[in-house]
């Protein structure tokens, strides 16, 4: 079954808004990570958040992290075209499992 | 800076033959994984790599198979080729550090096509 489990599925948003995703997960985890990826490409890291942070930045990036209820959501700010992709997140479970584990991703569409 | 090496970008194969998927890492990371993507799904992990010894298995057909050599860069075999197996395979690399899978670093990825 799925260590993360995201929502919502699809996002349509204008430029300038704000986008925000969740994702849910099942185990006890070291750290949950978001990626993006264009489509048909590579996915890319874009932030790190560990097991005993609450909160992260990075630029238009804000991550939070509720271990309470094993859920994390990534916003992004003021978004742009550019922005158009979708996202994961994926979890490093803490039982010592050597692999990062996908949700199901959010495919955000930022229109101009 | 050296990204992961994926080759080749596109791959053609006819039912019941056999394709060879080849990943270099990132100079010096120390773990691989292997994930397959179909359209629209997430990446499902196949298989990984702790200093060229497997480390962790998904669910990985028994048609499959991945070994990492001795200079670091990993293949990953499929034999009898199901049109189900036609999909995008994703190699990442990244450094373990304290016991954690942190930021993995992916390649444009192997998109295979079996007709």
């Known amino acids: 079954s799925q260590q993360g489990e995201e929502d919502p599925q699809a996002l349509s948003i204008q430029e300038g808004e704000n986008a925000t995703m969740n994702c849910s997960y099942k185990t006890s985890i070291n750290n949950l990570q978001w990626y993006r990826q264009n489509s048909g490409r590579g996915l890319v890291h874009l932030i790190l958040?560990?097991?005993?942070?609450r909160e992260k930045h990075s630029g238009r990036l804000r991550v939070t992290l509720d271990t309470s209820k094993k859920s994390s959501s990534l916003l992004i700010t003021a978004s742009r075209a550019a922005d158009t992709a979708s996202y994961f997140c994926?979890?490093?479970?803490?039982?010592?499992?050597?692999?990062?584990?996908f949700g199901t991703g959010t495919r955000l569409q930022v229109f101009p | 800076a050296a990204g992961v090496i994926q080759s080749p970008r596109h791959l053609i194969k006819e039912k019941r033959e056999t394709a060879t998927l080849k990943c270099y890492p990132i100079p010096r990371h120390d773990t691989v994984y292997w994930y397959q993507q179909g359209p629209g799904q997430d990446p499902q992990f196949l298989i990984s790599?702790?200093?060229?010894?497997?480390?962790d298995k998904g669910s990985i057909p028994d048609r499959f198979s991945a070994q990492q050599f001795s200079d670091y860069h990993s293949e990953l075999n499929m034999s009898s080729l199901e049109l189900g197996d036609s999909a995008l395979y994703f190699c990442a690399s990244s450094l373990l550090t304290r016991g954690e899978n942190t930021e993995a670093f992916f390649g444009q990825g192997t998109r295979l096509t079996v007709v």
């Open positions: 790599f702790y200093e060229k010894m497997q480390s």
């Open positions: 958040i560990r097991s005993n942070e």
């Open positions: 994926a979890t490093d479970a803490s039982y010592n499992t050597d692999k990062l584990i």
